[in-house]
């Protein structure tokens, strides 16, 4: 009976097709961390995180965030050529921030300028943020097609090469296997994505792409900004912590952020997928949507409640038990975030709410406060002298900001009635 309802809900098989696919691709390099917490340090996974968070910067500006315009374009035409257009964008500007980061390396903190002093690390930082922006177009347009099954086997395939690049380089001592791994898990899917353009090639237009990036310019007026905020604000903690305090206790903070935002990133993004494909091509009432809003909430806070409260009251003995003694200030981490990382998994949904409300602003305003709550949490920590005391004001802050965000998003959407 069971199988038969989740067969005839659409919405929960897909999300269960997503799920499925970023579970088992997180799930790789998730059951290889015992062995790589083993064969790298702290300092060399404060590296990693310091790499994807500039990324995660420059994926999201290259793409000038027009890549949210896909799934909801008006035509099949119009999304193809959207995502044509962002991927020109994405390889154009990319060269530009090359000469943007050689340019402002020298005026970055030690950690920082000593990634990008490597001509090489920096070329592949380049490649790999062009490559990252073109990855999330292409899973955006997938997504809109509903080939949920090709979106999840590219997160498998991304999830198995990253850990077994990483194993293998790090069982020849290479210090920067995992900065190489994870160039290598996102080069993947760009080959499956030229042999699918070429077989729609014959309906692609280079004059097409460019008059769907001028239609949909007002996009990156507003959620450019927005999102850079809103991914700087993401990034930020790893980038002061290794700035104020030291790359390793940025390494203990990103595997315990990578642990915890497991969940957030494999069931709740994939139900935020969903949410926004069904709820921005449906065309449902003010009432509808909101019901749909709840629904979604309830099921995330059910489904994340007993794995955070095991986190939270015993999460310091299990990182120790599964990554080694070494790890056990990263458990300590995750104790105190566990509260702000479930009041995210929770609220996966609200960020594609707010796009199909075309409320940027809002988008906007939350990004900012965010952005502000985090510097202060770190930099009050630096003059405490106190990782931990910084971590404990920016989760206070976190669930608040996030309980505020959700509460302002309905009462937009009831000022619609």
Same mark, same amino acid.
């Given at each position: 009976m069971l199988v038969k309802k989740i067969k005839n809900n659409l919405f929960v098989r897909d999300s269960i097709v997503l799920g499925m696919g970023a579970a088992l691709g997180q799930g790789a390099f998730a059951l290889c961390s015992p062995w790589l917490t083993r064969l790298y340090s702290p300092e060399a996974f404060g590296q990693l995180a310091i790499f994807l968070s500039i990324v995660g910067v420059v994926s999201t500006l290259v793409t000038l965030r027009l890549d949210v315009r896909i799934i909801p374009a008006a035509s099949q035409d119009e999304a193809l050529h959207l995502l044509i257009g962002v991927i020109l964008l994405s390889f154009c500007f990319s060269p530009l921030l090359f000469f943007f980061l050689? #340019?402002?390396?020298? #005026?970055?903190?030690?950690?920082?300028?000593? /990634?990008?002093?490597?001509?090489? /690390?920096?070329?592949? /930082?380049? /490649?790999?943020?062009?490559?990252?922006?073109?990855?999330?177009? #292409?899973?955006?347009?997938?997504?809109?097609?509903?080939q949920f099954f090709w979106v999840s086997l590219i997160r498998v395939g991304q999830g198995i090469s990253l850990a077994l690049a990483a194993l293998l380089m790090g069982s020849f001592g290479y210090a920067y296997g995992l900065v190489v791994a994870q160039a290598i898990s996102v080069f993947i899917p760009i080959f499956f994505l030229m042999f699918y353009l070429y077989s729609l090639h014959e309906n692609i237009f280079l004059s097409a792409a460019i008059k769907q990036l001028f239609k949909n310019r007002n996009t990156a007026y507003y959620l450019l900004p927005a999102a850079l905020l809103d991914i700087v604000s993401l990034q930020v903690p790893v980038l002061l912590i290794s700035s104020l305090f030291s790359s390793g206790e940025a390494g203990q903070f990103s595997l315990a952020w990578r642990i915890l935002a497991a969940p957030l990133f494999v069931v709740g993004g994939a139900v935020g997928q969903v949410f926004f494909q069904r709820a921005s091509q449906n065309g449902e009432t003010v009432a509808g949507l909101r019901l749909r809003l709840f629904k979604t909430w309830r099921s995330l806070m059910l489904l994340g409640l007993l794995p955070f409260c095991v986190l939270f009251f015993v999460g310091k003995e299990i990182f120790s038990f599964v990554f080694g003694e070494k790890w056990a200030v990263a458990g300590e981490m995750a104790v105190i975030l566990s509260p702000a990382l479930f009041a995210m998994f929770v609220s996966s949904p609200t960020s594609s709410f707010y796009i199909i409300m075309n409320f940027q602003k809002g988008s906007l305003f939350f990004s900012f406060l965010s952005f502000l709550l985090r510097v202060f949490s770190l930099t009050l920590g630096y003059v405490l002298n106190s990782l931990m005391i910084a971590l404990v004001v920016f989760s206070v802050f976190e669930v608040l900001q996030i309980i505020f965000y959700n509460v302002v998003g309905l009462q937009k959407l009831d000022g619609r009635k």
């Open positions: 050689c #340019f402002v390396a020298q #005026f970055l903190p030690e950690p920082i300028e000593n /990634l990008l002093a490597s001509g090489v /690390l920096m070329i592949g /930082l380049v /490649l790999v943020s062009a490559c990252t922006a073109v990855c999330n177009s #292409f899973l955006q347009w997938l997504n809109r097609q509903q």
